[in-house]
């Protein structure tokens, strides 16, 4: 996921890019004080902010139960997991859910959480909560 020359910041769409909740979802035009920036290609489902970029994708199946590190913020759950540089957060107990990759340089990542809680909220429910 790279920034193209001149273009929006490239985002590969997720498996359910197409489901409405995806199409109809609100993406913050802030996030970590990061202005918002086009997607390449450009889709409703995806969006992006600031340089680095933090990359959020909807369209993802609903995770199963898990024993997989999950956080609670405002009331949303997401799952956690380390990356290379940063952390993909991923919601849990939504269906679709939606994938938020954070780079290191907005450390601590977790703090970006609550400028996307209306999104989190949006996402239809499946019952499942950090445990």
């Known amino acids: 996921m790279l920034a193209a020359c001149g273009g929006g910041v490239e985002v590969a769409l997720a498996p359910r890019a197409s489901d409405p909740a995806c199409v109809a979802v609100a993406w913050p035009d802030h996030v970590a004080d990061q202005r918002r920036r086009s997607t390449t290609p450009a889709d409703a489902s995806t969006a992006a902010w600031g340089d680095p970029a933090i990359i959020a994708r909807c369209g993802y ?71």
Request: with cysteine; proline share 8%; charged share 15%.
């Open 61 to 131: 199946a609903a995770l199963p139960a898990t024993t997989q590190d999950c956080l609670s913020v405002d009331g949303h759950d997401w799952i956690v997991t380390s990356l290379s540089d940063g952390y993909s957060f991923t919601t849990y107990g939504t269906d679709p859910a939606v994938e938020v990759l954070v780079p290191s340089a907005y450390a601590p990542e977790s703090m970006i959480l609550p400028d996307l809680d209306a999104v989190a909220a949006a996402l239809p429910k499946t019952g499942h909560h950090c445990m």
